[in-house]
């Protein structure tokens, strides 16, 4: 119930506004997005790979509606890309890019154009691409531009949500040699046609899909802060034998810090998710839908300004 008015506000212009311009809100927003600007990317970026992290960055924007948005978005990409490579952030760094911000809502074709442009770019850089999952009815098409990349740039990462019921049968689709898969929960509110509703199926589908996964040949990249998968991750890794260069842990900026810090210590390949840019709002929503001492922390920074 609660998650889901959190997922109604997420879509509020009215609740961003709000939350925009409340000045408590603003060192929420800063514990899980880097900043608005690439410098702030890059600034938290270098710090994370010093403490022996691997980084993801996210340019974020969603839902973009014009040509020349998603065009904006491609070009965002492309200069981050020669920053990072510039102060030697390659290969620690790779990006995380969403369909749907280079205007796949409304141009597949282009969306695919200035995914493969990012790809050649992230080449030139030294790094790799991974396509962020959106909702449910994106699935298909997320997935065959995916396949499309992959015929000149096969490091491209897929992402799989364990949340969906198809999940299981897409994993072992692309389980095979060389194929990186995140596998995550899910993010976004989905019927009961296509996707488990109870925590407890979620959780017993992402721990088929991690089977599949690290028995498989391919590089699972298990995205999750859920400390009892965290834990049947590291056994499989054991089981199967997999070192730190065979599949990674990820985790969001903010979230779990001194689990993250953990694992690294224990010689696991750890890979922080930091978004950044200024349409962190949809983002921030869904952090906060999906765990409710998050709400609790961010409605005492509201109480705190009245
Ligand atoms: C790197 C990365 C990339 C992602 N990419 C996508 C994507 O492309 N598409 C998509 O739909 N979703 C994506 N997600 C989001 C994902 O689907 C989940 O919504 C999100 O990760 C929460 O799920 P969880 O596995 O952490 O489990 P949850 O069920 O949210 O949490 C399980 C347990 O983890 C612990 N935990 C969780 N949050 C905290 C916290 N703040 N502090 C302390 N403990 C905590 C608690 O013990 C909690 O009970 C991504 C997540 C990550 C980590």
Known sequence: MLRTVILAAARSSRCEQFVATAPYTRDIVRRFVAGARTDD?????????????????DNLGEDTVTPEQATAVR?????????????????????????????????EQLAYDHARAICVAADTAGTMVTLDMEDHTTTDSTLDILLKLREDHPSTGAVLQAYLRRTESDCRQLAGAGSRVRLCKGAYREPESVAYQSAHDVDRSYVRCLNILMSGAGYPMLATHDPRLIAIGEDRARWFDRGPDRFEFQMLYGIRPEEQARLVGDGYTVRTYVPYGDQWYGYLMRRLAERPANLAFFARALMHQG
């Open 75 to 107: 070009d965002e990409y492309l200069n981050l890309l020669e920053l990072l490579a510039a102060a030697g952030l390659t290969p620690a760094t790779e990006v995380s890019v969403k369909l749907s911000a280079l205007g796949q809502t409304f141009d």
């Open 41 to 57: 990317a890059l600034r938290v970026t270098r710090a994370l790979v010093q403490d022996g992290l691997a980084v993801t960055l």
